[in-house]
């Protein structure tokens, strides 16, 4: 067990009295409640991490945020784990498990750094060059390239064990990021009473104020000042404070989603709370208050471990009470570093230079360092770090005031730490990803907010706005201005004191030291750090003629690491405006989009998973079905009784028998799942005249007709029986799957083309129950079911519908058959189905009846060469290909489609038409989906005629039928044709037929025949 | 479908000083790559060409080298408005693959697969085509038949296709949940072993490398802004950078295109909407296959980063911002979740949007116009990557000859009017 050797006393997130134990990569470690998983490393001196990607180089904690390009790992085991994430990000908890990655075997001996000796040989975009030859050998290199790529490894155990919940809100003002601009406008926002929320991608508010504690707002340590306004809102019922929540997206129209970490950091994890929350929240108002990422400095070496970012050194020294090097070197190009310098001294360390590239240096800060006995080297860089697993050495030269050229001498000198600042970048992303602009700040060097194009605000230093004080005005101005836009009144408050040093900004333009050695030699200077991409990669992207930003990015890979460029963008872009002769803002910045961090998909997907993925649809008599043994397939959503087995019987043996069941006694089918739309209006004829191919304004109340409906383009898109109950309210049925694109495609018609329609649809295919009764006997079953209609052949004839009553239920009785056979479809409310079911299985029961499922349903259908839309079907067909031309309206002015069946191609005769194949051999059934040939001799590509839609062995003739789509099929009728067979198998021989294998007469559907 | 050969044009670079090789990046190592040529150069536009090609995609790329190198037609330009590749040629989820249904369809893409086959080579640019298959499938009843049915009409076509069943897909691809329980269980799948994935990227450059290598110019940053003829016949194109004379332009600006039409008064029967991809934080090889679902909506594969990259639907809507909805990523990563549980720890580190433009039966069109020597290449929707060298192939056939080939014939702009469409709708669910 190592101990907490560079632990300090304080740290303004840490709680001593809570103290906690974690390994990395198998040693026991301490760390505090507060600390995170890279503080924790820094208190007990780790400070190798990880390995880069490319050059698998070693790398330690260059941060302490989410911009973290190297200190990643893989945290917990089993099917806990997950890769990739930033030490610096990870809240420690105890018995935390943190292993290191892209290494083997270990951390230390990593055979991948081969890679860095080979570096001289695989410059950015090496692998566009080469592996091309011999050709057939890529698979082979890509094999190798694949391993040595990608980082952490998947949890072990895939299924996740954890939960994950989604919840939506809407607020008036949202502020994302809770430092001191965002706590001030969560506060003066909160005054007026309107919904407000306050996100932090941290465990605690603060931001930088909890680092820095050289600031007084009101007379008070800024972490107190913290404090007091998070008691404040955290006492107000409208605010609504979200620690650990990330602000990822920005959508349009303020549609925000934010990441919730909600047990990461505990231990245990309770088993009430899900593990992420994902928010989406409509705001009126937005605020980002989101602050700014310091940048490194590009100079060889300046990926070791031990090459941090100042700031980052001030925070592991002031939030976290961890001192990360005992001899430091700084360099800087501005004068924020100078205060990172004064809190390592104080903290104990020595700080042996400051070294900034700046030839005059003024200032308080400097100042305040000078008094302190720092020595300052100024117009000097740092050109060179050196060290094996650590930094150990540096060296320092003098160089022009422009930065561009080493003057002199360089020295060297040794040291635990370099502490580098390039200057502040602010956080734009959130205000990009809303489509905002950004503008360039010359003085500042860099991109800040420009004009927005949502209803959003950036203040502070994601604004460019650096100076606390200028934040906190900001943050009231933004604050009262968002609460009047939403309608609200708030009176401004005044801006509190800040008592601090004056920093100046401004750094001086320095993208990447300049170097003794010539181009392209020397050590790597690194700018995507992750990536490995160096500032030699970028100007070799650009001699190569790669010059847009887009094509550097994507050339050398940088900014694409899972860093997303927050440290390595701004210097990616100097040394490439260099490169090419032209200033920043001209060579642009590419788009920032979601997320702004790496983002769980866990979460993203919630509870869509499982059971939950898609509705399961069930009609009311499932329980039914599945008691009787039913074997069920998916249609859509809903889950169908697809045949009932007995006992011992095969699915071929159960299907048969529901099939002679419904021809000899009677059938009983769960037709529930069928679309069903009300259609009412006064325009409700003319509407669907113009939606289904033939005419329904000449159908009378009480009757049924059967329907087809086109696309604009002239092809079959659904079919069913509509039924005209009053003269402006019809019902109309649908196929099931087909029946909420229907609605939708009809809803389309009335609104976008026909608004002067006065018509009104709805869906009630949930509030009806239907059982097909189908069969001979199905007359007799439902008189001893005690309908109340009469049910003889005048009172109640094929193709119409009768309400009553059957076995006392309140009932449409549909007079329509699917099988060809006598049928009724019975309707009542959905709640009745089970009743329904029952009442008429016991009424049949003296007369054999049977429940059929779809299966027989189909084989039923086809022995009558009824179609069914999206098997026979498939958007292109049209009715003459069905030949239905009988259903195409010749009198009806027009109809969806109409035109569209004038075309030339309509009368072509290579069309495929459907038509009815009896096999050679009656016990071959052909596999639905094989191809017809004239000839199965030939070589491919084989000239084809078209599918087999369906194939079926059929109980009631005792041969094998099929349908199909033939070109020109209805001319073959007669011929023989062959399929072929994809398993090698002889080809089947058939001959073209009618699609009416069975009672082409229509005889049966009286029930006479059976008599 | 293409019984012959194919002229695959010259191949290679004809300047040896550019050649690429594992020599040329030692001997630039030796001078510490200072030495390497420009891929291409930074043309500005001619007074005028003998044609000229609006759009640096992939498509209008791999137009002017076919141009160039098969039709010997080298002094054209490749007008792009921002950067060669910058559009949903850079932007697409790589998917190579033609096992399509309809004979039009497989004859194009097949076309392509086999220029595919062989790319590198030809441009002398490491394309990074790995035929790592491409597995689809299938979750119902109906999608097995459809797919049974995909199956005949490709193995028949001469195109590979093998059908697996769920234990052999568990074999095939090892982290795939084949729990029978889930909504949509995996019920079967068919795999065509030739398809797979590129580096898209590469592809754009490496095509304008290897035409400017022959002579032709890419101009980049230069929008035209109108289509200029005299009477039926073109005469040139407006653009920021002046007007430039030429007799013969192909238009191939994928979710632009009607736009662009419409600068010539032609009214292309296309919608443009957006389509959203996204990857996660790279990880080590686990999928060594592309898999596609249209039952759960979406496709996945991993990079040779390691980023798993996964695609779904269009968004309903039209558009012309590159960005989408936020439900879509969502059901699409549900989708992956179901299909491959241990994304669930995984991270979602880049999402975009690109526009696509789609005909009504979701097939390209590449066609004359009613002006002389005025040419489209468009409606490639969510699925033209795989085509890119197909397509490029055949339109250059198409302007050089002033007719249509074989392959190009079925798609003329002609069968909106006669109703000859190839409609892959039905036929193809996730169309990728
Ligand atoms: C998210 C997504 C995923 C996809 N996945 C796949 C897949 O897996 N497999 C697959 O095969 N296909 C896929 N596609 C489709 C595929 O990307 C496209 O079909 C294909 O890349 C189109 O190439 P293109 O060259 O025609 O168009 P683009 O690459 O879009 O090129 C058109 C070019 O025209 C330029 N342009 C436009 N207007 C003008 C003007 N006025 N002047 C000058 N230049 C202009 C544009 O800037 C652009 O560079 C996907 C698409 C998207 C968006």
Request: charged fraction near 20%.
């Amino acid at each position: 067990m190592s101990s907490q050797r560079y632990r300090l006393s304080g740290g303004t997130t840490i709680r001593t009295d809570t103290p906690l134990s974690f390994t990395f990569d198998g040693k026991s470690y301490h760390g505090y409640k507060g600390d995170t998983l890279a503080s924790a490393l820094i208190a007990a001196g780790v400070h190798l991490i990880g390995r880069s990607f490319k050059y698998h180089r070693p790398r330690g904690i260059m941060s302490a945020g989410s911009e973290e390009p190297n200190a990643l790992v893989r945290v917990g085991t089993g099917a806990y784990a997950e890769p990739n994430l930033k030490a610096t990000q990870v809240e420690l908890y105890d018995g935390l498990i943190a292993t290191s990655q892209n290494r083997f075997p270990s951390l230390k001996y990593d055979v991948g750094s081969i890679n860095s000796v080979m570096s001289q040989f695989l410059p950015a975009g090496f692998y566009y060059k080469t592996f091309m030859w011999p050709a057939s050998f890529w698979m082979t290199y890509e094999h190798f390239i694949r391993n040595a790529a990608g980082l952490g490894k998947v949890a072990s155990d895939p299924i996740d064990p954890e939960r994950y919940e989604k919840t939506h809100r809407h607020c008036e003002i949202l502020i994302a990021g809770g430092g001191g601009a965002g706590l001030m406008a969560a506060y003066q926002a909160a005054l007026s009473g309107q919904r407000v929320m306050l996100v932090d991608e941290q465990a605690e508010f603060g931001g930088w104020l909890l680092s820095d504690d050289a600031v007084k707002i009101d007379n008070m340590p800024a972490y107190d000042w913290v404090r007091e306004m998070q008691s404040l809102l955290s006492n107000m019922d409208n605010v609504t404070l979200l620690p650990r929540t990330t602000m990822f997206g920005y959508g349009d129209h303020n549609y925000i989603t934010l990441a919730e970490r909600v047990t990461d950091h505990l231990s245990p994890r309770p088993s009430h709370l899900p593990r992420m929350r994902l928010w989406k929240v409509r705001v009126a108002q937005v605020i980002l208050a989101t602050g700014c990422i310091e940048r490194p400095l590009v100079f060889g070496g300046n990926d070791l471990p031990g090459v941090m970012l100042a700031s980052a050194v001030q925070s592991y020294i002031t939030q976290y009470g961890a001192l990360p090097g005992s001899r430091a070197i700084i360099v800087t190009n501005n004068d924020t570093a100078y205060q990172a310098a004064l809190a390592f001294q104080n903290a104990g360390g020595f700080v042996r230079a400051i070294v900034d590239t700046r030839t005059t240096v003024k200032g308080a800060w400097v100042k305040a360092a000078k008094d302190a006995g720092i020595d300052i080297l100024s117009g000097h860089g740092l050109t060179g770090a050196y060290g094996i697993h650590h930094v150990g050495r540096v060296e320092i030269s003098p160089i022009t005031a422009d930065g561009r050229e080493i003057t002199g001498e360089a020295v060297h000198m040794d040291c635990d730490l370099v502490m580098m600042s390039g200057g502040l970048t602010p956080t734009v992303h959130l205000h990009s990803q809303a489509r905002g602009k950004l503008v360039w700040d010359e003085k500042h060097l860099c991109f800040k907010p420009g004009a927005t194009h949502e209803a959003e605000q950036s203040i502070g230093a994601c604004n460019g706005s650096f100076a606390l004080s200028s934040g906190l005005a900001e943050a009231i101005r933004a604050a009262t201005k968002a609460v009047k836009s939403t309608g609200g009144t708030c009176t401004a408050l005044s801006v509190p004191d800040v008592t601090a040093l004056r920093i100046n900004y401004a750094p001086m333009a320095y993208w990447k030291a300049p170097s003794q050695a010539g181009a392209g030699q020397g050590p790597k200077a690194f700018v995507d750090f992750q990536n490995d991409v160096t500032s030699a990669d970028i100007q070799l992207a650009v001699r190569e003629g790669y010059q847009s930003v887009e094509h550097v990015k994507r050339y050398t890979t940088t900014g694409m690491a899972t860093d997303q460029g927050k440290t390595s963008n701004m210097n990616a872009l100097g040394i490439l405006a260099d490169a090419l002769g032209h200033e920043i803002p001209d060579v642009g910045t590419t788009t920032f989009r979601m997320p702004y961090t790496p983002t769980s998909m866990g979460m993203i997907a919630g509870r869509d998973i499982g059971g939950l993925f898609d509705a399961v649809r069930l009609t009311r008599m499932d329980s039914w079905h599945r008691a009787a043994g039913a074997k069920f397939e998916h249609v859509g959503q809903w889950m169908r009784a697809w045949y009932y087995r007995h006992d011992g019987e095969t699915m071929e043996q159960a299907v048969t028998r529901e099939v002679l069941a419904a021809r000899t006694t009677a059938g009983l089918l769960d037709a529930s799942t069928l679309g069903k739309i009300d259609v009412r209006g006064k325009d409700a004829a003319t509407f669907l005249d113009r939606i289904y191919t033939n005419k329904f304004s000449s159908l009378a109340v009480g009757k049924c007709r059967y329907g087809l409906m086109l696309k604009d383009d002239g092809m079959v898109m659904d079919d069913g029986v509509t039924t005209r109950l009053a003269d402006e309210h019809y019902h109309m049925t649908t196929t099931t799957g087909g029946a909420a694109g229907v609605l939708d495609w009809m809803e389309e018609w009335l609104q976008t083309e026909w608004p002067e329609l006065d018509v009104f649809l709805t869906s009630v295919t949930e509030q009806w129950s239907v059982a097909t009764l189908s069969g001979p006997h199905a007359r007799a079953i439902l008189e001893a079911a005690d309908i109340s209609v009469d049910l003889s052949d005048t009172a109640f004839p094929f193709m119409s519908m009768k309400q009553g009553y059957v076995s006392g239920l309140p009932a449409r009785i549909f007079r329509i058959s699917f099988t060809g056979e006598l049928s009724y479809e019975i309707n009542v409310p959905a709640r009745y189905g089970v009743a329904l079911w029952t009442a008429l299985m016991k009424a049949g029961e003296a007369f054999g009846i049977t429940p059929y499922g779809t299966e027989a349903m189909h084989v039923l259908r086809a022995e009558k060469g009824f179609i069914i839309v999206g098997q026979e079907t498939d958007g292109t067909v049209t009715p003459l290909d069905l030949g239905m031309n009988w259903i195409v309206s010749k009198k009806k002015p027009d109809f969806i489609g109409k035109r569209a069946l004038e075309r030339t191609s309509m009368a072509d005769p290579k069309r495929k038409q459907l038509v009815g194949l009896r096999t050679d051999n009656p016990d071959d059934v052909i596999p639905e989906g094989a191809h017809a040939v004239l000839d199965p001799n030939q070589p491919p590509p084989i000239d084809m005629l078209g599918h087999v839609t369906s194939s079926y062995a059929s109980p009631n003739l005792g041969y094998s039928i099929a349908m199909a789509l033939l070109k020109g099929g209805h001319k073959l009728i007669g011929e023989t044709v062959w399929i072929p067979m994809l398993d090698g198998q002889k080809p089947i021989k058939a001959v073209v037929t009618d699609t009416v294998f069975y009672d082409a007469q229509g005889d049966r559907l009286n029930g006479t025949s059976s008599s | 479908m293409v019984a012959s050969e194919i002229d695959r044009g010259l191949g290679g670079l004809k300047d040896k000083k550019k050649r690429y090789s594992a020599f040329a990046l030692a001997r630039n190592a030796a001078s510490y790559h200072q030495n390497w040529q420009r891929a291409w150069r930074n043309a500005s536009p001619k007074a005028s060409y003998d044609a000229v090609i609006i759009g640096g995609g992939g498509h209008g790329l791999a137009t002017a080298y076919y141009l160039a190198s098969v039709h010997g037609v080298t002094n054209i330009a490749v007008i792009e408005k921002g950067w060669i590749g910058g559009g949903n040629t850079g932007r697409n989820t790589t998917i190579i693959r033609s096992n399509y249904l309809w004979d039009e369809s497989a004859s194009i893409y097949e076309h392509a697969l086999k220029l595919w086959e062989g790319l590198a080579q030809d441009l002398n640019f490491n394309i990074m085509f790995s035929q790592r298959g491409v597995l689809t499938i299938a979750h119902s009843e109906h999608e097995l038949k459809e797919m049974s049915r995909r199956v005949h009409a490709i193995r028949l076509n001469g195109i590979d296709s093998d059908v697996m069943n769920p234990a052999e897909i568990k074999k095939f691809v090892p982290c795939i949940n084949i729990d029978q329980s889930i909504r949509y269980p995996v019920m079967g799948g068919f795999v065509q072993q030739r398809g797979g994935t590129a580096r898209h990227d590469a592809v754009a450059w490496g095509y304008a490398r290897a035409a400017d290598d022959m002579g032709v110019d890419i101009i980049q940053n230069c929008e035209v802004t109108g289509l200029r003829r005299k009477g039926r016949k073109i005469i040139g194109i407006d653009t920021n950078m002046g007007f430039i004379k030429t007799k013969k332009v192909g238009c191939v600006v994928a979710g632009h295109s009607s736009v662009m039409a419409e600068m010539a008064g032609i009214h292309l029967p296309l919608a443009s909407r957006p389509l959203q991809a996204l990857v996660s934080e790279p990880i080590k090889p686990i999928l060594d296959t592309v898999i596609m679902s249209n039952a759960v909506h979406m496709y996945i594969s991993q990079s040779d980063k390691g980023e798993m990259v996964l695609g779904a639907g269009v968004d309903k809507y039209n558009s012309y911002a590159q960005r989408g909805s936020f439900p879509v990523p969502e059901h699409m990563i549900a989708a992956a979740v179901e299909l491959f549980p241990f994304m669930s720890r995984l991270r979602m580190l880049r999402h975009w949007g690109g526009i696509v433009d789609t005909c009504p039966d979701a097939s390209p069109i590449l066609s004359k116009t009613d002006i002389d020597g005025l040419y489209f290449n468009c409606g490639w929707g969510t699925g033209g990557f795989k085509a890119t060298p197909g397509s490029g192939h055949v339109f250059a056939d198409l302007i050089a000859n002033d007719r249509p080939n074989n392959i190009a014939a079925p798609y003329a702009l002609s069968r909106f009017e006669t109703g000859f469409l190839i409609d892959e709708h039905g036929a193809a669910g996730v169309a990728h």
